[in-house]
């Protein structure tokens, strides 16, 4: 299957999102926070397939993590979690919180057939 990073700084997030994602067959790396989101990334631009950041994080927030993935990898395929109604960057797909982990497994299979 694929190597996903998840970035979220709620642990029991993380936690869903890996159990969701593995149980899929899927690989998940995660972060608690934007900066080790993108030390991961950066380690492993061509392995990791997918980038889920949470838009509200500390130290670094979603926003930037997309940006900063994107001047790694530009076609980077990403997916922003957020709970509030807020303007996504371009080319990002959006997830709702709170979400069950079907639908993180749908919205991680359509963007990865994308």
């Avoid at 749908?106 to 057939?113: A, D, G, I, S």
Wanted: hydrophobic fraction near 45%.
């Amino acid at each position: 299957m694929a190597v996903i990073l998840v970035a979220d700084d709620e642990e029991m997030i993380r936690a869903l999102a890996k159990a969701a994602l593995g149980s899929a067959g899927h690989e998940v790396l995660t972060a608690a926070n934007g900066l080790e989101a993108v030390a991961l990334y950066r380690s492993f631009p061509k392995l990791i397939a997918l980038v889920i950041t949470d838009m509200k994080m500390p130290l670094m927030d979603g926003h930037e993590v997309v940006k900063l993935v994107r001047e790694t990898r530009p076609e980077a395929k990403i997916i922003c979690m957020t709970g509030y109604s807020e303007a996504l960057p371009p080319g990002t797909r959006i997830l709702s919180k709170p979400f069950r982990p079907e639908e993180l497994r749908r919205c991680v299979e359509e963007v990865l057939r994308a």
